[in-house]
Each structure stands twice: as structure tokens, then as C-alpha cells.
């Protein structure tokens, strides 16, 4: 059995492999943890010791096989639990990634899999993640972007929204800026801000808000991905 704490190291590291190539270096892990970096190393013996992780010295940790399968199974109960919060229980997207963070680690696989066949095998959650497999495989590598890194007159559609910070996420709902939504990137400011219109209007984004929001090419006119059924317009 590993700790709550344990999963969440495991569940960290894989996030940042995603973003960064592996092995992530241990200052990378206590920043994303909010943790001291002798923290992340004690924590990184105990890992390796349980075959979970393997470690380079002088250059940081990668997650072993064994390591991979228990981080996409933990992530796969938080973004089920998420869309469930949203679909059957009224939460708002807002409210849900606390509460999945300290349910994911003690559902069983059978309340798993009726959460799963209840939704109807979401492929994303509330705030546009895929939601991996049953079968644990990883999710595809993403080939979204930061909308930040769009050039003025691209037309986008925003595909996920960082989910961590309840006042971001506020905001964005208030702005219509949710995942499915097709954007048009109107001006970069050079005092950090962006402006972008969609078909309620025009808003404009501080760059740091911009660089949590991940969009790809519009290859429609619609407004609406079929695949996320669980972003909801203000």
C-alpha cells in the first residue's frame, strides 16, 4: 500500500514529465509540491526503494513503469471524480479539483468503473483534461499550446484550463473562456496583457493568465468540441 503521499509525489513527477523531459530535477518537484527540496529527496529514496522511480544523480528522476501505471490510475480516479462532482452533484468546476485530490486516493476500482459507465466514459474532465483509459495506458502526448504563444489574428479553440486555482478559474467562466470555445486572439499588448473575442464579446487577459490556458488551430466555426460535455457557458 502507498501513502496518500506517495501517490501525489508520483502523480506530481508524471505531470512534469509531461511538461518537461525526463529525469525532472528534485527543485523542479518541491516547486510544483510547494515542498522543501531535502523533502523531495527523502521522498525520492523511499520511491526508489518501492521500484517506482529511478534516479540519476546530479540530474533528477524518472518514473519507472511500475511508477507510471500507479500515477495515471490516480489520475484517472481525480478527473472521473471531477466530472462526477460536476454532472450528478452541481459543483462547479470551480470547486472540484480539492475535493477529487482527497478522494482519489481511497475509491475502489468498482466505484471507479460505475463512476465511469454513470458518465458514459467522459474523454475529458470539467476543465478539458482526458481522463486516461481504463486500461492505464497514458493519455497521447499533447500537442496543445499555451494560447500566449498564438499570434494575433489566430483563431483558436481553448482545449484545457489549469485547474488549480479557484480565482482563475472564476474569472474565466465569467469571461467565456471555457474549454471548447473558439477564440480569436485580436491584440498582444507589450504591457503583458492579450485580448481575445469570442461570440459574446471581447476580454482581455493578463499574460500569466494566458500562458494556463491551452488552445489548438480552429478547424471549425463551431463553438463547441463534441467530445467535452462538462464546461458550462456562464
Do not use: C
Not at 529511478?54 to 501505471?69: C, F, I, N, S
Not at 478539458?128 to 489574428?153: H, K, N, Y
Request: proline share 6%.
Amino acid at each position: 500500500m502507498l501513502s496518500d503521499v506517495m501517490e501525489d509525489y508520483l502523480k506530481g513527477i508524471y505531470e512534469l514529465q509531461r511538461e518537461h523531459e525526463a529525469p525532472v530535477k528534485t527543485s523542479l518537484i518541491a516547486e510544483s509540491l510547494d515542498v522543501t527540496a531535502p523533502t523531495v529527496t527523502s521522498m525520492m529514496e523511499k520511491l526508489a526503494e518501492r521500484g517506482l522511480v529511478a534516479r540519476e544523480k546530479y540530474k533528477g528522476v524518472e518514473l519507472t513503469d511500475e511508477g507510471e501505471t500507479v500515477a495515471v490510475e490516480i489520475i484517472r480516479h481525480h478527473r472521473l471524480l471531477e466530472a462526477f462532482l460536476v454532472d450528478h452533484l452541481d459543483y462547479e468546476w470551480t470547486e472540484v479539483h480539492e475535493e477529487a485530490d482527497v478522494l482519489e486516493h481511497h475509491i475502489s476500482e468498482e466505484f471507479e468503473a460505475r463512476i465511469a459507465e454513470r458518465l458514459g466514459d467522459p474523454a475529458v474532465d470539467p476543465h478539458g483534461d482526458p481522463i486516461p483509459e481504463a486500461t492505464l495506458e497514458p493519455p497521447a502526448a499533447d500537442e496543445t499550446r499555451s494560447l500566449a504563444d498564438f499570434s494575433v489574428g489566430d483563431r483558436v479553440v481553448v482545449a484545457r484550463v489549469r485547474d488549480r486555482n479557484e480565482d482563475e478559474l472564476e474569472y474565466l467562466a465569467e469571461a467565456g473562456i471555457v474549454p471548447g470555445r473558439q477564440l480569436v486572439i485580436e491584440e498582444k499588448a507589450p504591457i503583458g496583457t492579450m485580448t481575445v473575442s469570442h461570440e459574446d464579446g471581447r476580454q482581455t487577459l493578463p499574460d500569466d493568465v494566458a500562458a494556463t490556458i491551452r488552445a489548438e488551430p480552429a478547424e471549425t466555426d463551431t463553438d463547441e468540441r463534441p467530445d467535452n460535455r462538462h464546461a458550462s457557458e456562464p
